[in-house]
């Protein structure tokens, strides 16, 4: 008697609900339809939030520099090559520069590091150039292109081709300084 009791109780309770319309499929329907709505416009608004936003000028640029430098890697190196198939460290710069922004930079690496502002190594931004003391002799004898994230690209007397390499061990200890054309 209890159960039928209790099942009496929800039923005229779901029967007062449902006449004065808190429980009614078109509603709950309405409702469910109203949610998918939202939820369409948030899911566009977050799509529009999260597009790649319009890049400066700076970063357009620096992007080139980068392009054109990786567009040379494995190319062989030749110290005092100018570029004919080949570069050493200085030609290679002056190529990477010249045809990705056309900016014309001397031909040896220690007048390439005079050529802009000196930073040090926590200033770098990729499209940088990374100036090296290599032979000790307290002037600049390598130069490079900062990639980010530690990293430079140049035209390796050791490896014999255009590398990337870490900026540690080695070239950390010949790193002299940074330099900022653009």
């Not at 100018?82 to 190529?95: E, H, I, K, R």
């Not at 900062?146 to 990337?164: D, E, M, P």
Request: with cysteine; net charge positive; aromatic share 12%.
């Amino acid at each position: 008697m209890k159960n039928f009791k209790l099942f009496l109780f929800f039923t005229v309770l779901s029967f007062n609900l449902f006449a004065n319309g808190e429980i009614s499929f078109r509603k709950q329907r309405e409702k469910v339809l109203k949610e998918q709505q939202e939820q369409t416009q948030n899911t566009k608004q977050e799509k529009i939030s999260t597009k790649k936003k319009p890049t400066n000028r700076e970063t357009l640029i620096r992007q080139a520099i980068l392009e054109t430098a990786f567009s040379k890697i494995d190319t062989p190196y030749i110290y005092g090559s100018n570029g004919n198939g080949a570069y050493d460290c200085s030609s290679y710069v002056q190529f990477v520069y010249k045809k990705s922004i056309n900016v014309n930079l001397p031909r040896v690496s220690y007048q390439q590091a005079e050529s802009g502002k000196k930073v040090s190594v926590n200033q770098l931004k990729a499209g940088d150039l990374v100036a090296f003391d290599t032979l000790g002799k307290n002037r600049i004898s390598h130069i490079g292109i900062y990639i980010g994230n530690n990293q430079f690209i140049h035209a390796s007397s050791g490896y014999k081709k255009v590398v990337v390499s870490q900026l540690e061990g080695y070239y950390a200890e010949k790193f002299k300084y940074g330099v900022k054309i653009i």
